[in-house]
Every structure is written in structure tokens, then in C-alpha cells.
């Protein structure tokens, strides 16, 4: 057996492979990009021709058709746009390719110079274009007479809370405190054990490792994009309202984003210690339990310190949308027209905010 | 086994890195039981691919190795955990948990033969702990058993990976370049120690070096890695001028450790 030749084939078949895979995921950003840029164009081209019946307002919406036409357009584009070698896609994808790295083109004068460049720019200044309008930026509201006069009344009455009702806040407060309290500390055991899953140094060994290593991973993701927000409005629907529902939705958050951040820290420790361990003979529980564990114990704690520290701050917002504690209280005063009473409670907040936030700096700047 | 059977033969051995780099291009060598082989050569020359090979923390590309009649590179799960039991190795940087006691980390020698769930709670047997003491007295740190092992210097902490690599009680001992990151008089009291294995406890020992004094001061064999490949084989003390600038090209120059 010739082991080099062998090996040389298997590395440029590795990268022929990874330039195949590497034009579809060009093809898909040349297509995102010209589909955005098509469909930009036509929106502001529109709003010229057909100017919205009230000032400041949308311009009619996009038929199906015209949707329809924009993403097949945006499609096709895309794929022609991708078989250049200096086109937006292909350049991000070549530089972010380790494998690739070495052939991404270079431009004379530099990509921005290039039509493609240009297209870029186009695109850049027509995110401007479109945020402005979109959102309805809208100065004269913010400084008419009658916006200041409203913002002076809420500010006075928040400047005079009402501290009769400080008992009820009070324990409302220390409801939010502890829905924050306990998603955290039922989050912690859970996302330990699949961290270990979900970090890939540990996951390289065997294809099995990494078929699981992808799934956690694949779920912690999809879990933390759903905001703790949403998570309280399935679960006010699956436990009903209250503080439960608040806490199993700040727990499965807090689950996908310890995994996200424990995991991060198992990758970069010292691989020195595992090499050692693994080379006495010791199998992979103990590794870990030896090597790797001793090794994030204490910026495990220091994130989950900081967890409830975020997780105390959602609870609160978690409670605008029924999931108990202190934020229903200020939804219902906020309902009632109540501003002094609202104010007492965003004082309250924003004082146990402030110590949390020291508390957990004091805390973990002393386990460091 | 025989006594004077080869405790390690290896044939043919190569190794392409993932990325290209042919590492070891057909290495052939064969240690005897009881020396002290020492292995040469420019940093890239293979040295630690070639050490890492032999306990599998890298997988070869193709050859074989065969310690104690054994074929290596065909081993897997029980048989691979076995033999690295009886094979220690001891790294330039230590590689101690830093954050575990002197005695944990020497104990942790012992874990290929401890249950996994024993192991985890800790629970190491009486005559474990005393073996793992015993030999922390060996290398001078018996009063250190409880420090965690951050707290040591460089010297002490090789000390307890030679320990810890003893508490396998190995029969081959692979150190990568253990005091290239050490001064001159702690490079000799870690040697010593190495010595003292090779000598009174009989381990065989296989040691990447960067400096040809300490090659010929304790090593019995030695060879000499270039690209991958062994270009010398032979006594430490027959690497005379020329040979040294074939090994390290013609504008190295030897510097000595005291
Ligand atoms: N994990 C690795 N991946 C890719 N290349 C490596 C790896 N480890 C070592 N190499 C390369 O293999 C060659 C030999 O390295 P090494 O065995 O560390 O030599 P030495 O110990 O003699 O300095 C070098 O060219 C090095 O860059
Ligand atoms: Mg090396």
C-alpha cells in the first residue's frame, strides 16, 4: 500500500467536494441577494408610481403573483450571478471555506470596485431607503405639542409612584425572582449533560458522537431563536396563565442557551490534560469526568449566575404576556391607565435589576 | 513473553496529517527491553507524531506497530485501553489537571484499571492511594500530595506526570521533549528521574530531545528523525560534527546544557 499518494488523492478529493458544495451555498446568497435587491427596487419604484393614500404610510401591498415573480426571478439571477467567480456569494464562500481559502479570487482593485461591489453598495443604501420608510420615521411625532404633552404626563406620574401599593409589588417581585430562580436551577443539570454532547472536540471520535453532536446542537438552536416570549405564550396556552407557565418557558431557553454557552466553553479547553488522561488507558466517561469536567465547573458557575441574572430580567417582561410575577401587575395597572402605580413598580424593577447586576459581577468576579 | 524479545517493533510507519502533511514517511525501528532510546531531530522532523503513534493519540496512516508481540494499530476499545495502561507518556507541558490535588493527578494513572463508576466518586482503593504517596516520595514531592497541582512549578509538576505515568506501572514510557520547557539543573533532576525508571524500575523509555548533551548524557540509543524519515540510527556518543549538521543542517550549531 502507498500511503501518501493516498492520502494526497483523499485531500483533493476533499476539496473537490468542498468547491461542489461550495457553489450551492453561493447560488443560495447570490439568490438571497438579488432576490432582496429585485424586490426593494420594485417596492420604492411602486411607491413612486402608486404613492400611499395617507402621507408617510405603505404603498400597496405585493399581489401573490408579484411575489411569486420576484422569488423566481430572484432564483434565476442568483444562479446565473454564482457562475462568475468574483460574485458576492462565491467571494464570501470561498473566504470562509478554510479548504477554500486559498483560491478565493482577487479582484484587481479590490472587490468593492467590481460590479459586484457595486451591487453590494446598492444593496447597503437600499436597506436605508427601506428602513426609513418602513418603519414610518416620523419626527414630527416624536416633537409635536401634543407628544411632549404626553410624554411629560407619563414621566410625572412614574416620578410619583404610588407607594401604597408597595406590599403587592413586593411580592410580586419575589415571584419573578423566584420563576427566574427555579428555570435556572432546573436548566443547569439538563444542559450539563448534553454540553458534553453538543461540543465538538469531544464529538470527533465517532460518527455517532457527531450524528448527536448535530441533533442537540440542530435543537439547542432552534430553541434559543424562539424568544422566552414565545415560549410563555405556548406555554400559557399548554399550563394556562401564571408563574409555572413563565417558568418552564424561561427553563427551556435557558436549557438551549447554557447548552450553546457551556459547550463553547468545553471546546476551547486545554486538550493537554485529555490527551494525558485518555493516553493512561482511562475510557471516555472518565476523560471527561478527569480532564475536562475540573476544567469548566467554575465558568459553568459564572454562567449560570449570569443566566439568572437574564433570566430575572425576562421574567419580568415573561409576565407582560401572562407568565406571572411582577410584569402581569404592570400590565394591569398599564391596562387601567394607572401611571403612578406603574411607576412604583418600574422603580421596583429596575432596583432588583441593578442589584442582580452586581450581585452576579460581585459574584462571579470572586469565583474567577 | 521473552526477556529478550523486542518490546516495540515498528515497520514501515506512516502518517499524512488531514490536511497533507506527510508526517512520518516509512519509519523502521526496534526497541529493546531496558533502554533508553532517545529520539532527534528539527522541530517538524516527526518526533511527535512518531511518539503519539506508538499509544494511537494519533491514528498512523499505514505500517505497524507492535509492542509486546501486539499489533497496535489494530487495536480497539478493551485491547487499546489495555495497552496504553502498560504504555506511559510524559508531554513538554505536563498536561496535569490543574485544578486537581498532586495525588488525584497520580492517581489518575490508574484509571484504565479502575471501574468507570468507582473511578468517578473517587473512590480509589487504600493500597491505590498508598502506591500513588510511595510514589510522589520517589520524585521528591512526598510532602505535596494535597497542593493542588497549579500551585507547583514546572519541575515539580513533571515530576508528578512521571509519577502519574509510573502509577501505570508501564513497561514503556514515552516522554515528548519533557524538559523543553524546563532550565538547565530542573532538565536534570526530571532526567535523573527518568534515569532512575529506566534503571531501577526497569521501563523502557523512548525520549524526544532537543539538546545532544542531555542525548548523550542519558540516553543508550539513539535516532535521528529529518522530514520524516530516520537518517541516523546508532550510539549517542558516535554523532560527531558531520553528523550533527546532516540532523540539523549546516548552520546549526550545538549548544550545551550544563
Ligand atoms: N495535528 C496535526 N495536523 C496537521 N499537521 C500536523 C499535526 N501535528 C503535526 N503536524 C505536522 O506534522 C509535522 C511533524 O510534526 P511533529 O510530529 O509535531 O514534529 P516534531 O515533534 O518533531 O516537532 C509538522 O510539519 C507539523 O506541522
Ligand atoms: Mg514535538
Known amino acids: 500500500m502507498k500511503p501518501l499518494p493516498d492520502a494526497r488523492a483523499q485531500h483533493t478529493d476533499r476539496v473537490r467536494r468542498a468547491h461542489g458544495a461550495a457553489r450551492w451555498r453561493a447560488a443560495l446568497l447570490d439568490g438571497l441577494l438579488a432576490w432582496y435587491i429585485l424586490g426593494g427596487t420594485v417596492w420604492f419604484l411602486r411607491w413612486w408610481t402608486h404613492p400611499p393614500a395617507v402621507s408617510g404610510g405603505a404603498p400597496e401591498a405585493f399581489s ?10 430572484g432564483v434565476l439571477l442568483g444562479l446565473l450571478w454564482s457562475s462568475i467567480r468574483t460574485s458576492p456569494g462565491r467571494m464570501a464562500v470561498a473566504r470562509t471555506t478554510p479548504l477554500l481559502r486559498g483560491d478565493a479570487p482577487k479582484p484587481a482593485g479590490g472587490f468593492w470596485r467590481t460590479w459586484h461591489g457595486r451591487a453590494v453598495l446598492y444593496a447597503l443604501a437600499l436597506t436605508l431607503g427601506l428602513g426609513l420608510r ?11 405639542r401634543e407628544g411632549l404633552a404626553g410624554a411629560r404626563r407619563i414621566f410625572e406620574a412614574l416620578a410619583q409612584p404610588n407607594l401604597s401599593i408597595a406590599g403587592v409589588v413586593f411580592d410580586k417581585m419575589v415571584e419573578t425572582i423566584f420563576v427566574a430562580l427555579m428555570a435556572t436551577v432546573a436548566a443547569v443539570p439538563v444542559a450539563f449533560v448534553l454540553s458534553f454532547a453538543a461540543a465538538r472536540n469531544l464529538s470527533r471520535h465517532s460518527a455517532g458522537a457527531m450524528a448527536l453532536y448535530s441533533l442537540v446542537r440542530f435543537l439547542a438552536n432552534l430553541t434559543r431563536s424562539i424568544e ?20 418552564l418557558a424561561l427553563f427551556v431557553h435557558s436549557v438551549a442557551s447554557l447548552i450553546k454557552l457551556y459547550s463553547e466553553q468545553i471546546e476551547s479547553v486545554d486538550t493537554g ?61 398599564f391596562g387601567l391607565g394607572r401611571y403612578n402605580e406603574v411607576g412604583t413598580i418600574v422603580l421596583f424593577i429596575t432596583a432588583v435589576v441593578w442589584t442582580m447586576d452586581w450581585l452576579s459581577a460581585k459574584v462571579r468576579e470572586a469565583i474567577a | 513473553m521473552q526477556e529478550d524479545a523486542p518490546i ?20 523502521s525501528f526496534t526497541v529493546r527491553r531496558g533502554e533508553f532510546l532517545g529520539v ?23 505500517g505497524s506497530i507492535r509492542f509486546g508481540g501486539a499489533e497496535v494499530t489494530a487495536m480497539g476499545g478493551k485491547d487499546l485501553s489495555a495497552a496504553r495502561q ?20 497520580v492517581l489518575t494513572g490508574r484509571l484504565g484499571a479502575v471501574g468507570t463508576w468507582r473511578s468517578i466518586a473517587g473512590r480509589f482503593s487504600p493500597e491505590e492511594r498508598a502506591r500513588a504517596a510511595e510514589l510522589l516520595g520517589i520524585v521528591g514531592l512526598g510532602d505535596k500530595g494535597d497542593v493542588r497541582a497549579s500551585e507547583l512549578s514546572g519541575g515539580q509538576q513533571q515530576r508528578v506526570a512521571i509519577a502519574r505515568s509510573l502509577m501505570q506501572r508501564p513497561d514503556l514510557l514515552l516522554a515528548d521533549e519533557p524538559v523543553a520547557s524546563l532550565d538547565p539543573s530542573t532538565s536534570h533532576s526530571v532526567m535523573r528521574y527518568l534515569e532512575q525508571a529506566n534503571q531501577e524500575f526497569g521501563v523502557t523509555i523512548l525520549c524526544n530531545l532537543h539538546f545532544l548533551s542531555l542525548v548523550r548524557q542519558y540516553t543508550t540509543r539513539v535516532i535521528a528523525l529529518q522530514a520524516g524519515q530516520i537518517v541516523y540510527e546508532g550510539s549517542p556518543q558516535e554523532i560527531d560534527e558531520a553528523w550533527f549538521r546532516r540532523i540539523y543542517g549546516e548552520e546549526a550549531k550545538e549548544v550545551r546544557i550544563q
Open chain 1, 134 to 144: 418602513i418603519t414610518q420615521v416620523d419626527l414630527y411625532a416624536l416633537f409635536s
Open chain 2, 86 to 105: 502498560r504504555i506511559g507518556m510524559v508531554f513538554q507541558h505536563f498536561n496535569l489537571v490543574k485544578r486537581k490535588s498532586v495525588l488525584t493527578n
Open chain 2, 40 to 62: 532527534i531531530g528539527l522541530s517538524g522532523s516527526g518526533k511527535s507524531t512518531l511518539l503519539r503513534c506508538i499509544n494511537r493519540l494519533v491514528e498512523p496512516s499505514s
Open chain 2, 8 to 27: 516495540l517493533e515498528v515497520k514501515d510507519l506512516w502518517k499524512t496529517y488531514d490536511n497533507g502533511v506527510a508526517a512520518l514517511r516509512g519509519v
Open chain 1, 228 to 247: 422566552p416570549v414565545l415560549w410563555a405564550i405556548i406555554f400559557s396556552v399548554w399550563v394556562s396563565f401564571g408563574p409555572f407557565g413563565g417558568m
Open chain 1, 273 to 333: 490534560p485529555i490527551e494525558a488522561i485518555e493516553a493512561t488507558g482511562a475510557g471516555r466517561l472518565q476523560t471527561i469526568w478527569y480532564a475536562v469536567v475540573p476544567q469548566v465547573v467554575l465558568p459553568y458557575l459564572s454562567y449560570t449566575i449570569y443566566r439568572w441574572d437574564i433570566n430575572v430580567r425576562m421574567a419580568t417582561i415573561i409576565g407582560l404576556v401572562g407568565g406571572g410575577g411582577v410584569g402581569e401587575l404592570l400590565m394591569q395597572y
Open chain 1, 64 to 73: 401573490p403573483a408579484l411575489h411569486l415573480g420576484l422569488l423566481v426571478g
